[in-house]
């Protein structure tokens, strides 16, 4: 599975941005994850969903702001980002896990493919 992450861009505070990250193959069942990393700051968990087996999660930063989505016609998972703050400014990466526990979601040393990041930058 290969994963691409896209759609990031400059907005201001108080925006919405939605990024997308398209997969290779088919990760209908797969645990599908956002993680961001500032400048100078370690990888922060985002959300991360898993629809087949009924979960969705949300880091409490991001938690009634952020949501994440799929198309499984179009093998992409979406973050949707709404009231944008300047601390959200980061790389986005989407990550995906064939098969992980919601336990064990927020860790991103748990997935196993990762896209290579698109920054979003809010500006104050």
């Known amino acids: 599975v290969q994963l691409q992450a896209f759609g990031g861009g400059l907005v201001q505070a108080g925006d919405s941005l939605r990024v997308s990250c398209a997969a290779s193959g088919r990760v209908i069942n797969y645990a599908m994850a956002w993680f961001r990393q500032a400048p100078g700051k370690e990888r922060e968990f985002v959300a991360a969903?898993?629809?087949?087996?009924?979960?969705?999660i949300y880091g409490v930063s991001v938690k009634g702001r952020f949501a994440i989505s799929r198309d499984n016609a179009k093998n992409t998972v979406y973050l949707q980002m709404d009231n944008l703050k300047p601390e959200d400014t980061a790389i986005y990466y989407c990550?995906?896990?064939?098969?992980?526990?919601?336990?064990?979601?927020?860790?991103?040393?748990?997935?196993?493919?990762w896209g290579q990041g698109t920054q979003v930058t809010v500006s104050s």
């Open positions: 969903a898993r629809w087949s087996s009924g979960w969705t």
């Open positions: 990550a995906a896990h064939p098969g992980l526990l919601r336990s064990r979601a927020t860790d991103g040393k748990e997935y196993v493919y």
